[in-house]
């Protein structure tokens, strides 16, 4: 059964930082390219990161684009995200997914992130 599990989320004030994980079970996780996903309260999903098999990051939304890295341990069966600089507008539940974009075919429960002075 594959299953993906995150971890990390909580309150941070504005400007702070978090690190997200997914612990991947179930699936081959060196195979695939792995993305993170948000959606906020009353909000559609949005894409925000993706990563390849490799580990070379292919895609940062604009709105995260130079305060979030994300990143991978294959041996580990890890998928990270990096976020800093921290907005009001980055809370939201943070999900992580097995694919790319219109690709993504499994998703998380995700974690809570909110970004509260």
């Known amino acids: 059964e594959v299953q993906l599990v995150e971890f990390g989320g909580g309150v941070v004030q504005p400007g702070g930082s978090l690190r997200l994980s997914c612990v991947a079970s179930?699936?081959?996780?060196?195979?695939?390219?792995m993305s993170w996903v948000r959606q906020a309260l009353g909000k559609g999903q949005e894409f925000i990161s993706s990563?390849?098999?490799?580990?070379?990051?292919?895609y940062y939304s604009p709105s995260v684009r130079g305060r979030f890295t994300i990143s991978r341990d294959n041996a580990n069966n890890t998928l990270y995200l990096q976020m800093n600089d921290l907005k009001a507008e980055d809370t939201a539940r943070y999900l992580c997914?097995?694919?790319?974009?219109?690709?993504?075919?499994?998703r998380g429960q995700g974690t809570q992130v909110t970004v509260s002075s």
């Open positions: 179930g699936f081959a996780f060196s195979a695939y390219d």
């Open positions: 997914g097995r694919g790319y974009g219109v690709g993504i075919d499994r």
């Open positions: 990563i390849s098999r490799d580990g070379k990051p292919q």
